[in-house]
């Protein structure tokens, strides 16, 4: 949340400077190559918090900033979110699967070590091992 209020006042600032007016929600969408339905929830938290300040009128809702240093109060290292965690779990779980195929495959004789037993064996017969049968 640190770095988006950052990036949310820093746009908002741009395009007032850039069009002497405060920016809408579809300005800012624009120029930061963000979704309005995220620089509406970040829009929220920042009013809540006393950062930034909304004009609504006939055109909309418009944007100002009331005190951009609160941004510094917002934690930096905030919780993430739970679709966060679960992708991490995901890709961990993708991880352990991969390395545990890779191990299995590593531990299987390859087709060129088969063929090299299957050789020895036509020629030595007397070294195959036999296998325990399960019913004696």
């Not at 191990?103 to 070294?127: C, H, I, Q, V």
Request: proline share 3%.
């Amino acid at each position: 949340m640190y770095e988006q209020a950052h990036i949310f006042v820093a746009g908002m600032r741009i395009f007032e400077y850039l069009h002497s007016m405060p920016p809408g929600l579809k300005d800012l969408s624009e120029q930061l190559g963000i979704a309005q339905d995220e620089l509406s929830r970040i829009s929220r938290r920042l009013e809540k918090e006393g950062i930034i300040g909304v004009i609504t009128g006939g055109a909309g809702e418009r944007f100002y900033v009331l005190d951009h240093t609160r941004i510094e109060v917002i934690e930096k290292d905030a919780v993430s979110s739970g679709m966060e965690d679960e992708v991490l779990q995901f890709k961990d779980k993708q991880s352990l699967y991969l390395k545990h195929i890779e191990e299995s495959l590593g531990k299987k004789d390859t087709r060129a070590n088969m063929f090299d037993e299957l050789t020895r064996a036509f020629k030595d017969p007397s070294g195959i091992k036999k296998k325990k049968n399960p019913l004696d």
